[in-house]
């Protein structure tokens, strides 16, 4: 017999190791969260702090996520999996987000002991600060790869290289409007009204020129381009200019490149028309200021306005039909019929739709036809590959994959855009049935059913008739539809969830099967739900595990239980939450259970668990 998921690869199933990785679950009654190991180990136990996930083998505990007022000084920890302290600190740093541009630094606030406010900042997952904080609102960015910058919300920057030293400090009273530049560590700093000059400066406070312009981008020899509101000039190092030619752009504000934010369109060559005497009377000649500081004209034929095509690739579309696509040094290097150029979001290539005559097509960036057929009209992407609409129809019904194959789907089907993972492919039909098709095999493969729950290239999750099941990629049903929930861990393990019983004594059953189909687990409870670990507490760490809800009813009072279960279906760990009522009005608390250990939230006045209770929490020799 085959074994369920055969073709799911375990690591791309994002199989765990038996006892590695940790999560930090967020137990009800308890003030702070503990790190368990993928094993059940008791790695941290909780404190009254919240433990968050930073990083691979990081995780970080602090008081400033749950104040809990009762005056003690506020402290930070650092821990890997296997629950070592790695550092500690007094005061205190809350994570925000990841640093745009940067792998390996976060956002932070930080306290000192006494919990008074020092700043934001920049730190690693080992709580390293690496800049000194800032008090004053605004925001740090990436802006080379060996320099970061703070630039504050009224004015002024400071930048700063990669070992922590502060290279360029720009008053407040001034913008700085760009720099540093891919050759050259200088910057371009601007007076904060209209007719102020500006200047160019080096890291160590040399200005290079000084003038009345708004922009300045480096040319070769050491010179400029400067820009004031619509012209450019090209000057040299001293800011003498170099020819009488004039160049106009697109008129922009005084001081419109502002590095306070990534330049999108840095590497988008900048379109302008030359005027060789410097007179607006001249025949312009239209043209490119490169990146690298060149002027090049464009060729006399590309006459329509540029749009981006593709990586150093940019598209002129022309009056007529054809159009030109130019490279980054301003070349022509072909023309296509290309209008409509839709970017596809894996694979090189640009979508043209059929118009007036030119018929629909798969490019490449040098405007290739790829894939042509005479009956397509229009063409959409998907991570995947393309779908394709057949002249007459009204949705998609041609796939194209990533080899640029064809596959047609039968007539009076077509494909959901939202469910496809070849080779299987998800087809609707007018009546509202979905079918399974497979394009290795070419064939729709398995009996209608309702709607997706989930789809792989292994296996489909389907709805029929109000209840779940499970079918491989050649369409044999290996879980019937009577299931509330089917969620796969890995290629060797599924989890079910069903109602049984009947005459209004219903009960939840779960289920854990191997490859083979066989039950591994089976478990039944008055009511419960099921899911994997959220990644918040670190769920993606240990992505075999299982997380468990169980209301469990004693004499009218209901225990909730959260367990977790490893890849066998053993219990690693169980959580009891005990309300108010039940300690008699002195407050919630919790339970923790492991083998051989036991943390209650409160020692002195731990929670009486029934024996009914406790003997759920005790499966597989939990006690």
């Not at 990436?142 to 919300?153: K, L, P, Y």
């Not at 070349?331 to 043209?352: E, I, K, M, Y």
């Not at 394009?439 to 209608?448: C, F, L, R, Y």
């Amino acid at each position: 017999m085959k074994r369920m998921f055969l073709c799911c690869a375990l690591s791309a199933c994002g199989v765990a190791m038996a006892g590695s990785g940790a999560f930090a679950p967020q137990p009800s009654g308890f003030e702070g969260d503990p790190l368990l190991g993928a094993d059940g180990r008791l790695r941290v136990a909780p404190d009254g702090s919240n433990i968050i996930p930073l990083g691979p083998d990081r995780w970080y505990r602090s008081d400033w996520y749950r104040q809990t007022g009762n005056g003690k000084a506020q402290r930070s920890q650092w821990f890997d999996d296997e629950g070592r302290l790695l550092h500690a600190s007094t005061g205190g740093i809350r994570y925000g987000d990841r640093l745009e541009g940067s792998d390996v630094l976060w956002k932070v606030e930080l306290r000192d002991a006494q919990g008074h406010y020092l700043g934001t900042g920049l730190a690693d997952v080992q709580g390293k600060v690496h800049f000194p904080p800032m008090r004053e609102a605004g925001d740090w960015m990436v802006i080379a790869s060996d320099r970061m910058a703070w630039q504050g919300r009224d004015g002024g920057a400071r930048i700063f290289s990669l070992d922590g030293r502060e290279v360029l400090h720009i008053d407040a009273q001034e913008i700085w409007v760009g720099g540093p530049f891919a050759d050259r560590k200088v910057y371009v700093i601007c007076g904060d009204y209209e007719m102020a000059p500006c200047r160019v400066q080096d890291e160590k406070g040399a200005v290079l020129l000084s003038a009345i312009f708004d922009e300045a981008r480096p040319a070769d020899d050491d010179g400029w381009w400067l820009r004031q509101l619509d012209t450019w000039a090209r000057v040299d190092a001293a800011g003498t200019r170099v020819d009488r030619a004039l160049y106009q752009g697109v008129a922009r504000w005084p001081r419109y490149r502002s590095s306070v934010r990534f330049d999108r369109a840095a590497d988008r060559p900048l379109e302008m028309n030359r005027h060789a005497n410097g007179l607006e009377s001249d025949a312009p000649e239209r043209g490119w200021l490169l990146q690298d500081g060149r002027f090049v004209a464009l060729p006399a034929s590309a006459t329509g306005s540029m749009m981006d095509y593709c990586p150093g690739r940019w598209l002129l579309r022309a009056e007529g039909e054809v159009d030109s696509i130019i490279d980054a040094q301003g070349t022509v290097v072909a023309q296509a019929r290309s209008l409509g150029s839709n970017d596809h979001p894996q694979f090189p290539w640009r979508l043209r739709n059929a118009y007036a005559g030119v018929g629909a097509a798969i490019l490449d960036c040098d405007g290739r036809v790829l894939f042509e057929q005479a009956d397509v009209v229009d063409y959409r992407a998907t991570d995947a590959g393309v779908l394709g609409t057949l002249a007459g129809e009204r949705s998609p019904r041609l796939w194209i994959g990533g080899d640029l194959r064809p596959h047609l789907m039968p007539a009076g089907l077509h494909l959901q855009e939202d469910y496809i993972a070849p080779p299987l492919l998800v087809l609707g039909d007018d009546e509202g049935n979905a079918h399974l098709y497979n394009t290795q095999q070419g064939k729709v493969v398995a009996t209608s059913f309702g709607s997706v729950e989930e789809l792989t290239a292994a296996h489909l999750i389907f709805l029929r008739d109000g209840s779940y099941g499970m079918m491989l990629a050649d369409g044999r049903e290996v879980l019937p539809p009577i299931h509330a929930q089917i969620l796969p861990m890995s290629a060797e393990r599924v989890w079910t969830r069903q109602h049984v019983g009947r005459d209004g004594d219903w009960k939840s059953e779960i289920t854990l099967f191997d490859g083979n189909q066989r039950v591994l687990v089976r478990r039944r409870f008055e009511s419960g739900a099921m899911g994997r670990v959220p990644v918040r507490e670190g769920g993606d760490r240990v992505p075999g595990i299982l997380a468990l809800s169980l209301d469990i009813a004693v004499d009218d009072t209901n225990y909730g239980v959260r367990q977790w279960l490893g890849a066998d279906g053993q219990v690693l760990a169980s959580a009891i939450h005990c309300s108010q009522e039940q300690r008699g009005g002195e407050g919630d608390s919790g339970v923790l259970l492991g083998r051989g250990w036991r943390v209650d939230s409160d020692p002195k006045r731990p929670c009486q668990v029934p024996a009914v209770v406790m003997q759920a929490a005790e499966d597989s020799g939990i006690h």
